[in-house]
């Protein structure tokens, strides 16, 4: 079935960076399109980033620390988060989506990070 | 940037009707999604597309969308329903995705 899981997250500390990771299967992972949407802890959902293969959008408040890329080969989204901070803790997720205005129709279980000294 | 705004909570008796109210500017021209969480879990889709349901999502999940407020309803509410929802749409002009501010639905 399909399925996405995260991984690679864990504590860090203050402007350290991260590499999380987002496994796919059972579909066909280069025409789908993927978000990174994360949670801080007991607070609603906030969109990071979306990529459908070609084109790149980011959430204000990570463009230009972050950054999203896939390797087709091993059907495996990454989020390279760079300069991180206290506000950056979360729960990290990623999901499918069909294209920039389509729902976002699988999640992952998410990963957690945080960061802390 | 776009805003949705949504009420911070709602509260249903077994069996009622629970209406949640996602509102933005102009947001009925927009394509309106809505996700179920429940606590410990990722985000589950309910409703895409103003008013489809995915498959496995029971028929008692309906939405609405027009002028400035779009609306998740869940008809017959059963204790299962407790949960988060949130509102979902792609701003265009900003280029950015963005969530409502989500509603803690109870059953009483």
């Known amino acids: 079935q399909v399925q996405l899981v995260e991984s690679g997250g864990g504590v860090v500390q203050p402007g350290r960076s991260l590499r999380l990771s987002c496994a796919a299967s059972g579909f066909t992972f280069s025409s789908y399109a993927l978000h990174w949407v994360r949670q801080a802890p007991g607070k609603g959902l906030e969109w990071v980033i979306f990529s459908d293969g070609s084109d790149k959008y980011y959430a204000d408040s990570v463009k230009g620390r972050f950054t999203i890329s896939r390797d087709t080969s091993k059907n495996t989204l990454y989020l390279q988060m760079n300069s991180l901070r206290g506000e950056d803790t979360a729960v990290y997720y990623c999901?499918?989506?069909?294209?920039?205005?389509?729902?976002?129709?699988?999640w992952g279980q998410g990963t957690t990070v945080t960061v802390s000294s | 940037s776009y805003v949705l705004t949504q009420p911070p909570s709602v509260s249903v008796a077994p069996g009622q009707t629970a209406r949640i109210t996602c509102g933005g500017n102009?947001?009925?021209?927009?394509?309106v999604h809505w996700y179920q969480q429940k606590p410990g879990q990722a985000p589950v889709l309910v409703v895409y597309?103003?008013?489809d349901r995915p498959s496995g999502i029971p028929e008692r999940f309906s939405g609405s969308n027009s002028g400035n407020t779009a609306t998740l309803t869940i008809n017959r509410v059963e204790a299962g329903d407790e949960a988060d929802y949130y509102c979902q749409v792609w701003d265009s002009s900003s280029d950015h995705h963005v969530f409502g501010t989500g509603t803690k639905v109870t059953v009483l």
């Open positions: 102009n947001i009925g021209s927009k394509s």
């Open positions: 597309d103003d008013s």
């Open positions: 999901a499918k989506t069909g294209g920039a205005d389509y729902a976002m129709d699988v």
